[in-house]
């Protein structure tokens, strides 16, 4: 009897938006210089929104939806955000990416990977915490 061994899948990585990448070598760098220097922000119906950094669709663990958001947002689990066409997600987690050295940048005091339930079809540019009283 003859067993096929199966490769695990490779996580794959899109990513669906970027505003601040201007071109093909712009570095992370360039582009966080670029975010911090624009208003990123935007109310809108008493919620402040902010726009996405980045937003990525992967198939790590099924598929999900990774938006780095600014830290300025305040989310943490279970919170509901809005995003400005009116999708609802709900925050699952909170991606970190693994550093050689140990020390975490100054980036990491401006923008979180932010793991949303949801889709990415239709998704916004801007974002914001759903103010939903729970009683």
């Known amino acids: 009897m003859c067993m096929k061994k199966h490769k ?6 899109e990513v669906i938006y ?5 071109a093909d070598n712009d570095t992370f760098g360039d582009m966080l210089k670029r975010y911090i ?3 990123a922000m935007s ?3 008493e919620l ?3 726009r996405a950094f980045q937003i990525i669709r992967t198939t790590i663990k099924g598929h999900r939806l ?3 958001l600014s830290n300025q947002i305040a989310l943490k689990l279970g919170d509901t955000v809005i995003d400005d066409r009116e999708n609802e997600y709900v925050v699952k987690g909170f991606e970190m990416i693994r550093l050689v050295s140990g020390t975490f940048p100054e980036w990491y005091k401006i923008i979180s990977f ?3 339930q949801g889709t990415a079809e239709n998704v916004g ?7 939903i009283n729970k009683e």
């Open 66 to 68: 990774i938006v780095a």
């Open 18 to 22: 970027e505003p601040y990448r201007f």
């Open 114 to 116: 932010v793991v949303l």
């Open 43 to 45: 109310i809108q119906k």
């Open 8 to 13: 695990p899948k490779q996580p794959k990585f």
């Open 48 to 50: 402040v929104y902010y």
């Open 37 to 39: 220097n624009d208003d």
């Open 125 to 131: 540019e801007y974002f914001a915490k759903q103010n």
